[in-house]
């Protein structure tokens, strides 16, 4: 059995929070997280900084008789209702295509939209 030769390199400074794990034949650095918080952090604190909305609400005007269900049922409350009672989005960015929208509407005048389906992970279910 040989021997795995280790690099033995000594860095004057290191970067704070990070922790210096030897392993035979190779060094690895692991950043540390300052707080229990941040290992918390994952889609949904991202999608909070996010500028380009995920999905993408389609309204027909034609078809909307304005009844005012689309609004109710957003559990986002981005969809709001005009003076006309008309419905309009307020904050796009914030959808997250739960399609409650488009479900219950009973003109079928919203379509839910994933703006980037090809950046979905395929993992080869049906």
Not at 16 to 38: F, M, N, R, V, Y
Not at 71 to 93: N, W
């Amino acid at each position: 059995m040989q021997k795995r030769k280790t690099r033995t390199e000594k860095k004057d400074s290191q970067p704070e929070g990070l922790i210096k794990e030897d392993l035979p034949g190779q060094a690895s650095e692991t950043p540390q997280p300052d707080s229990p918080e941040e290992l918390t952090e994952g889609y949904w604190d991202r999608r909070k900084h996010q500028k380009r909305p995920l999905y993408t609400i389609i309204f027909f005007y034609e078809w909307c008789k304005s009844c005012g269900i689309c609004s109710a049922l957003c559990p986002q409350k981005i969809i709001l209702q005009d003076e006309t009672g008309k419905p309009h989005i307020e904050a796009m960015d914030d959808c997250i295509g739960c399609r409650s929208c488009e479900v219950h509407c009973p003109d079928f005048a919203i379509t839910v939209k994933e703006r980037y389906p090809e950046r979905r992970k395929d993992d080869g279910s049906k």
